[in-house]
T-cell receptor
C-alpha cells in the first residue's frame, strides 16, 4: 500500500481555518485520497475524498496538488468539536473494486478556545 | 437511518475464554469490514465481507479469530481462546458497494480487555 506522511499534531484557534497537510509521494494512478477523522471514544468518521480535482463538501475542502504527491484538508472555521485525529489514507481502486482502508498514525488536531 | 451498531460496547474476559462481538451494518449495505486497534498501535484491517462471502481476510491475525456473516446481514467476530494481546478496540464498518470508492461508515467499536 502506498504510504502517507502527516504531522503528528497541530493546533488551531477556534473559528480560524485549519490546513492539515499530507504527503503521499508514492501515490499511484489508481489511488484515491481519503480523509477520515476519529473523535474520542468514537469510530472513524468519513470526511472527504478525491482523485485529482479539489473537492468541497459541508464538512471540509480537499486541495490536491497537481502532481498528486500531496494534499491538504481544509477546515474553514475550526470548532471545539473538530478536535480529533485526522487520517489521510490512500485507497486503491483495482479491477473494479475499492480496497480496504489502511490507517496510519494521523494528525492529532487540538482546537484552542 | 440507523448507523452501524456494535455490541457489546465493552467486554472484559479472562485469558482462554471465548468472546463474540457483533456488528449490525447499515441496512442495505453489502460490504462489511472489521478493523481493530490494539494498544498503542494503528487501526488495522482484519477482513471484508461482500454479502455473506469473505472477499478479503488477509488481515486476520491467526486461526483463533473467526468471522461470519450468515445471510449477509449482521456479522460476528469470535475470538477463541482469547489471549492478552487481543485486547484493543474492534471496529466494524459498512458500505453500500465496493464498486466505487464511497465512504465507509464505522461503528463506535467494542473495547475488549483480556485479563
Amino acid at each position: 500500500d502506498a504510504k502517507t506522511t502527516q504531522p503528528n499534531s497541530m493546533e488551531s484557534n477556534e473559528e480560524e481555518p485549519v490546513h492539515l497537510p499530507c504527503n503521499h509521494s508514492t501515490i499511484s494512478g489508481t489511488d484515491y485520497i481519503h480523509w477520515y477523522r476519529q473523535l474520542p471514544s468514537q469510530g472513524p468518521e468519513y470526511v472527504i475524498h478525491g482523485l485529482t480535482s479539489n473537492v468541497n463538501n459541508r464538512m471540509a475542502s480537499l486541495a490536491i496538488a497537481e502532481d498528486r504527491k500531496s494534499s491538504t484538508l481544509i477546515l474553514h472555521r475550526a470548532t471545539l468539536r473538530d478536535a480529533a485525529v485526522y487520517y489521510c489514507i490512500l485507497r486503491a481502486y483495482l479491477s473494479g473494486s475499492a480496497r480496504q482502508l489502511t490507517f496510519g498514525s494521523g494528525t492529532q488536531l487540538t482546537v484552542l478556545p | 437511518e440507523a448507523g452501524v451498531t456494535q455490541f457489546p460496547s465493552h467486554s472484559v474476559i479472562e485469558k482462554g475464554q471465548t468472546v463474540t462481538l457483533r456488528c449490525d451494518p447499515i441496512s442495505g449495505h453489502d460490504n462489511l469490514y472489521w478493523y481493530r486497534r490494539v494498544m498503542g498501535k494503528e487501526i488495522k484491517f482484519l477482513l471484508h465481507f461482500v454479502k455473506e462471502s469473505k472477499q478479503d481476510e488477509s488481515g486476520m491475525p491467526n486461526n483463533r479469530f473467526l468471522a461470519e456473516r450468515t445471510g449477509g446481514t449482521y456479522s460476528t467476530l469470535k475470538v477463541q481462546p482469547a489471549e492478552l494481546e487481543d485486547s484493543g478496540v474492534y471496529f466494524c464498518a459498512s458500505s453500500y458497494t465496493d464498486r466505487s470508492v464511497g465512504p465507509l461508515h464505522f461503528g463506535n467499536g467494542t473495547r475488549l480487555t483480556v485479563t
